[in-house]
Structure formats: structure tokens, C-alpha cells
């Protein structure tokens, strides 16, 4: 067990919904990362929020949104689904914003059907 | 821009047998390194990681690690491999540095088989 905790595990939901998607980090870290993974794009870096503030931004589409909450769990939104944003989404975290390594969380299994 | 490749998208060896997953990162700033294995259906687990201390990394169930700086490479290694070392894994890099300050990049990941 990481320690991340991410909710829900599986979800489906059709076209043009919206669902969010929820991260705790690790006790004590203030870094969260959020990733996509996909069969045809592999692991793709999302977004990075540190003690509640935007760092880094990767492939995010406009469609998506997160944010990190003074409690610093995160939320990644996704907006008008598509069927091609069904993928395995990962939480990470990390103690802080430098280069140590990240604990992942289980992923939730967005299914857009 | 940071970059890491992995060499094989497939790597097949029997039980028993030693393990070689490849992996070169671009050069730049001061690298953190890390290796991640993820199962089927599992989230990534971390298995090692090199940040600038000895160059020989060990890391959990065996695997261990160098960093080549000459080489620009962080291969992963393991003398015995087990079936249950079947899974997908991916070579982390991270910068002190630049534009790619504390943002993590993978690679394509390597499919490890291990055969009876």
C-alpha cells in the first residue's frame, strides 16, 4: 500500500458527462501529480500541484481541470467526455516539489461509453 | 525538454534466467532516476532509485540498477528472474533543474516476460 488513495476505482459514464475524480496523498507530502495512462499514448504527465498550487502542467486538455485543496487532497475534473479519455487515471505524491520519487495510488478506470 | 528511452518495448527471458530492461535518459542538469513496476491491473510501485549518491542502486525483490553518466544510461538489472517478475516497467526521470524542475518523465515502459 502507497498510502495514496484515490476514489472511485472503476467508473462509467457516458459521452458528454462530467465526473471527478479524487486524490489523498501521502501523509505529509504537498505534491501531487495526476497521469493518464492509455494503450496508445502510454503514461501521460497531466498536471503537478505543490501545497495547494499549480507547478506544472503536461497534456492536459482544456477539457480538464484539478485542483489541490488546503487539505491537499486533489480533484481532477473531466468535462464533455469523450470516448477517447477512457483511460486509467493515476494519482501521485510526493514530500515535495524536487526530484524525489512519487507514490502512486491504484488509479481510477474512467470507461466512457 | 527531459527525455527517457527505453530501449525494448519487449523483453523476454526464461525463469532463472538474467534480466536487462534498458534505459538511456537526455542529458541535462543534475537527473534523478527511478525504475517503477507496475503489475496487471496495479498501480506503479516504486522498485529503485538513484539521486546522485552511489551509482550502484539496489532496490526491492532483487532488481538493482547503475547509473552511467558516460553513457547517459540507468539499465535495470537482475541475476534470477521469477514468474512473478512478469509486469510492465518504466524508467522515471526528474531534473533539479530547468524548465522540467521536479516533473516526472517516462518512458514507453517494457513489457518483461518470463517464461517456465
Known amino acids: 500500500d502507497s498510502g495514496v488513495t484515490q476514489t472511485p476505482k472503476h467508473l462509467i459514464t457516458a459521452t458528454g458527462q462530467r465526473v471527478t475524480l479524487r486524490c489523498s496523498p501521502r501523509s505529509g507530502d504537498l505534491s501531487v501529480y495526476w497521469y493518464q495512462q492509455s494503450l496508445d499514448q502510454g503514461l501521460q504527465f497531466l498536471i503537478q500541484y505543490y501545497n495547494g498550487e499549480e507547478r506544472a502542467k503536461g497534456n492536459i486538455l482544456e477539457r480538464f481541470s484539478a485542483q489541490q485543496f488546503p487539505d491537499l487532497h486533489s480533484e481532477l475534473n473531466l468535462s464533455s467526455l469523450e470516448l477517447g479519455d477512457s483511460a486509467l487515471y493515476f494519482c501521485?505524491?510526493?514530500?515535495?516539489?524536487?526530484?524525489?520519487?512519487?507514490?502512486f495510488g491504484q488509479g481510477t478506470r474512467l470507461t466512457v461509453v | 525538454a527531459q527525455s527517457v528511452t527505453q530501449l525494448d518495448s519487449h523483453v523476454s527471458v526464461s525463469e532463472g534466467t538474467p534480466v536487462l530492461l534498458r534505459c538511456n535518459y537526455s542529458s541535462s542538469y543534475s537527473p534523478s532516476l527511478f525504475w517503477y513496476v507496475q503489475h496487471p491491473n496495479k498501480g506503479l510501485q516504486l522498485l529503485l532509485k538513484?539521486?546522485?549518491?552511489?551509482?550502484l542502486v539496489k532496490g526491492i525483490n532483487g532488481f538493482e540498477a547503475e547509473f552511467k553518466k558516460s553513457e547517459t544510461s540507468f539499465h535495470l538489472t537482475k541475476p534470477s528472474a521469477h514468474m512473478s517478475d512478469a509486469a510492465e516497467y518504466f524508467c522515471v526521470v526528474t531534473y533539479a533543474g530547468g524548465t522540467s524542475y521536479g516533473k516526472l518523465t517516462f518512458g514507453q515502459g517494457t513489457i518483461l516476460t518470463v517464461h517456465p
Open positions: 538513484y539521486t546522485s549518491a552511489a551509482t
Open positions: 501521485a505524491s510526493s514530500v515535495d516539489n524536487r526530484n524525489t520519487e512519487a507514490f
